[in-house]
């Protein structure tokens, strides 16, 4: 079964409006991170936006926001005021278990995000 | 702060050669580090799990002799992949978890290969 899905290919968006990208993810782990990361063509994976298990708050960074929903175990990644510079691929992804080393991610499919002018 | 780059950006090689790719922790010590996969238009698929001073763990179905780990220091892991045939091009990519902050890890640039 897929740990990270995430269920949109593809998404475009008007530049300066905001757009959602959707993150489903299973595990059985009571402690476990959730991150979004941004892969432009460059092919560099930059880090947006991190989650804990535990935090009961929505966290924020500057315009990314991750609307997490424990019960549904989704953790979507919400861009305000989209700009040309945030087309790229974005990956959700998530770390089980408490923080350890030797915790691999587990990576989504991804989903293209193309802001239109 | 936080910076993980890798070496070479890009290679081609000849089938049959080997290829050596460093990913250095610059501002930081890794005690852990990753090595990933990723085929174009997929997601990062990850190869093995390499800790500084032992040997890597690799994940199923990655061949061990062929995708050789070496992490000889706190800032230095090498991926060699040996015997490199075209099925083998690919971006390949690192992270490493800074030590006393093991909640998120560090991503390299990555490494284009390609195998003629």
């Known amino acids: 079964a897929q740990k990270i899905t995430q269920t949109q290919p593809g998404m475009f968006v008007q530049e300066k409006e905001a757009v959602t990208l959707d993150c489903t993810y299973d595990?059985?782990?009571?402690?476990?991170?959730l991150f979004w990361y941004k892969q432009p063509s460059s092919g560099e994976m930059i880090f947006l936006i991190y989650?804990?298990?535990?935090?009961?708050q929505n966290a924020t960074e500057g315009r990314y926001s991750l609307n997490f929903q424990k019960a549904r175990k989704s953790a979507n990644l919400v861009i305000s005021a989209s700009q040309l510079g945030d087309s790229a691929m974005y990956f959700c992804?998530?770390?089980?278990?408490?923080?350890?080393?030797?915790?691999?991610?587990?990576f989504g499919p991804g989903t293209r995000l193309s802001v239109l002018p | 702060g936080a910076v993980v780059s890798q070496h070479p950006s890009r290679v081609i090689c000849k089938s049959g050669t080997s290829v050596k790719i460093e990913c250095r922790s610059l501002?930081?010590?890794?005690?852990?580090m990753f090595w990933y996969r990723q085929f174009p238009k997929q997601s990062l698929m990850l190869m093995a799990t390499?800790?500084?001073?032992?040997?890597?763990?690799?994940e199923q179905g990655v061949e061990k002799d062929k995708f050789l780990i070496n992490h000889a220091s706190l800032t230095l892991s090498t991926l060699t992949v040996t015997s490199a045939h075209p099925e083998d091009s690919s971006f390949y990519i690192c992270?490493?978890?800074?030590?006393?902050?093991?909640?998120?890890?560090?991503f390299g640039p990555g490494t284009r290969l390609t195998v003629l």
């Open positions: 992270s490493a978890v800074r030590d006393g902050h093991t909640d998120t890890q560090y």
């Open positions: 595990t059985s782990d009571q402690s476990y991170g």
């Open positions: 989650q804990g298990s535990y935090d009961e």
């Open positions: 992804a998530m770390r089980e278990g408490p923080d350890n080393y030797g915790q691999n991610f587990v």
């Open positions: 501002d930081f010590q890794a005690t852990t």
């Open positions: 390499s800790n500084e001073g032992s040997k890597a763990t690799y």
